[in-house]
């Protein structure tokens, strides 16, 4: 059974402050890694994708892979109350994308 | 219309009820893909068609039957549907599916069944 973890939160952070979410997964295989933004009473959009172990950076997100960890992270730079939502992890592994639960922030101004 | 369009966005039905949820993709992708969302549940795949072919049946039960006459276009036809079904009913599209399975979601149909 594949699984992808993620803290429920909720995560609270100041305006102007990093947000900073973990993801960790079981699949040592796991080979691409997504991010997706859910604010409340909405769907999930995609704003992330990481396939390499590094970082990759995206305006003031910055993904982190790290495979010999097996967690993935989400920064979020200059966080604003409109970063507001639950963000969910998702992870491609042996033909089947796997989400997690989903972590909710919340930025106070 | 651009995206993936889901009607319809509320949905009530009683158990002997029979529905149907359909999605319309604007995108050009070649795959679709239901998708149920409760409350603090990580989102389970039910159903994935590719090119009209369905690739993927999650051990769905059978009161969900998942149609797909075109490749823009996706069906869920419900029936004796038990309370425990309510939730968000996610549709979503992609361009590939693999290693490079990015989702475009519609924007779900909230079903309640009483």
């Known amino acids: 059974q594949k699984e992808v973890e993620q803290n429920s939160g909720p995560l609270s952070v100041p305006e102007g402050a990093i947000a900073s979410l973990n993801c960790t997964y079981s699949?040592?295989?796991?080979?691409?890694f997504f991010w997706y933004r859910q604010y409340s009473g909405k769907s999930p959009e995609l704003i992330m994708f990481?396939?390499?172990?590094g970082d990759k950076e995206d305006g003031r997100f910055t993904a982190q892979l790290n495979k010999a960890s097996q967690y993935v992270s989400l920064l979020i730079r200059d966080s604003q109350p409109s970063d507001s939502a639950t963000y969910l992890c998702a992870v491609y592994s042996a033909r089947q994308l796997t989400f997690g639960s989903g972590t909710q922030l919340t930025v106070l101004p | 219309e651009t995206g993936v369009t889901q009607t319809p966005r509320h949905l009530v039905m009683g158990m002997t009820n029979k529905k149907s949820l359909k999605c319309e993709q604007h995108l050009g992708h070649n795959a679709m893909y239901w998708y149920k969302q409760s409350a603090k549940k990580p989102l389970e795949l039910m159903f994935v068609y590719s090119l009209e072919e369905r690739v993927e049946n999650n051990s769905v039960p059978s009161r969900f039957s998942p149609e797909c006459p075109n490749s823009s276009h996706l069906f869920l036809h419900l029936h004796t549907l038990q309370p425990e079904d309510s939730a968000l009913y996610l549709c979503?599209?992609?361009?590939?599916?693999?290693?490079?399975?990015?989702?475009?979601f519609g924007s779900g149909t909230q079903l309640s069944v009483l």
């Open positions: 990481i396939y390499s172990n």
């Open positions: 979503a599209s992609s361009q590939d599916q693999g290693l490079n399975e990015k989702l475009f």
């Open positions: 699949d040592r295989g796991s080979q691409s």
